[in-house]
């Protein structure tokens, strides 16, 4: 089996990785960066992004993440298609990681950022529309749907939360329900229940979301009585909850009951000496391009200033 050995390996390409891989670059750290399944991750899946600083007249994620691609490989970051299919986090001064289930690669330091999957439901149609109108976020996506009627999905504090936030900027926000409790917590409820243009509709699942190039509704079932309904809607926002993707690191990195890589306060680090976490893999609060970039940074240097104090350390 081929082996290799970096100073810096990254794993992740999303506004987190390639942030970081722009610092650890610029600061002479070599770094290899592994794009895994889902180049640009998230923003891959929405369409304008309009909150990210710098960009007065928005940008499309999808342009945002080739830009942030382009910028990385300007410094020298060695930017690779695979996907880190194994680690071995045992001995921190001889990290191991594994892509592809064939190559070796042994590094100084690790940056992980692979961010967080939305779950979605899984019906066609949803996946039709993806940027076209289906969203799993409101504070990224929502502002299209000014003065209209959108729907959220979920149950939870995070569709609690999409459909406050939206119920600001749009006409009439439908808050489906699959049971006839919600399981966010008491205050996101009476938010959500005291709001004059939400509608929760209890016992509910969806059955299509209706639309050919964008969405124009939904057709809405009642688990009860099984009668179903098309309900009229242009913004249709999923928020059933995310995943991280940790489940490789898991053995060895520690992660909290959701599954989300525990980072010491105010740093990147993690439980294991030279490796460090940015971005939504260790982020269920802020979520947004413009966090994961900003501690893509941090892990950056972070990794650099443990590599220097390392250097000092074996000199001595
Ligand atoms: P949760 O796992 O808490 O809730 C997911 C919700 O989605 C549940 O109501 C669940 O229904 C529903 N759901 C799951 N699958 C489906 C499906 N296929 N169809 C329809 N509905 C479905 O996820 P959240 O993202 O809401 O929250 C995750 C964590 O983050 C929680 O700990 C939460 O408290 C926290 N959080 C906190 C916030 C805050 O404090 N501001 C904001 C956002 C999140 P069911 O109940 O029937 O299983």
Not at 4 to 12: Q, V
Not at 138 to 166: I, K, N, P
Request: hydrophobic share 40%.
């Amino acid at each position: 089996m081929e082996a290799e050995k970096t100073h810096c390996l990254i794993i992740g390409a999303g506004p987190a990785g390639y942030t970081a891989a722009i610092y650890a670059s610029r600061a002479g750290l070599q770094p290899i960066l592994y794009q895994g399944l889902e180049p640009g991750g998230q923003l891959m899946l929405t369409g304008e992004v309009e909150n990210f600083p710098g960009y007065p007249n928005g940008v499309m994620g999808q342009q945002m993440m080739a830009e942030l691609q382009e910028q990385a490989a300007r410094f020298g970051t060695d930017i690779r298609l695979g996907m880190v299919t194994k680690v071995d986090f045992s001995n921190p001064n001889d990290l191991k990681v594994w892509v592809d289930d064939e190559k070796e690669i042994h590094a100084d330091s690790i940056i992980i950022s692979t961010g967080a999957s939305a779950k979605w439901l899984g019906l066609p149609s949803e996946k039709k529309l993806q940027a076209k109108g289906v969203s799993s976020c409101a504070v990224c996506d929502g502002f299209f749907y000014r003065g209209q009627d959108v729907v959220v999905v979920g149950g939870g504090d995070s569709a609690a939360e999409e459909a406050s936030y939206l119920s600001k900027i749009c006409n009439k926000v439908y808050l489906l329900v699959r049971k006839n409790e919600m399981r966010a917590s008491k205050i996101m409820q009476a938010r959500v229940k005291n709001a004059s243009n939400i509608e929760i509709l209890w016992n509910t699942v969806v059955e299509e979301v209706l639309g050919e190039e964008e969405v124009i509704g939904v057709r809405i079932k009642n688990t009860e009585t099984n009668a179903t309904q098309d309900i009229n809607a242009n913004g249709f926002f999923v928020a059933i909850g995310h995943q991280p993707n940790t489940n490789i690191f898991t053995p060895y990195i520690a992660t909290d009951e959701q599954g989300y890589i525990i980072t010491e306060k105010g740093t990147t680090r993690t439980n294991i000496e030279g490796v460090f976490a940015c971005g939504d893999v260790q982020d269920h609060t802020y979520r947004q391009a413009v966090t994961a970039a900003a501690s893509g940074c941090m892990a950056a240097l972070d990794a650099e200033r443990y590599l220097a104090a390392k250097e000092v350390m074996e000199q001595a």
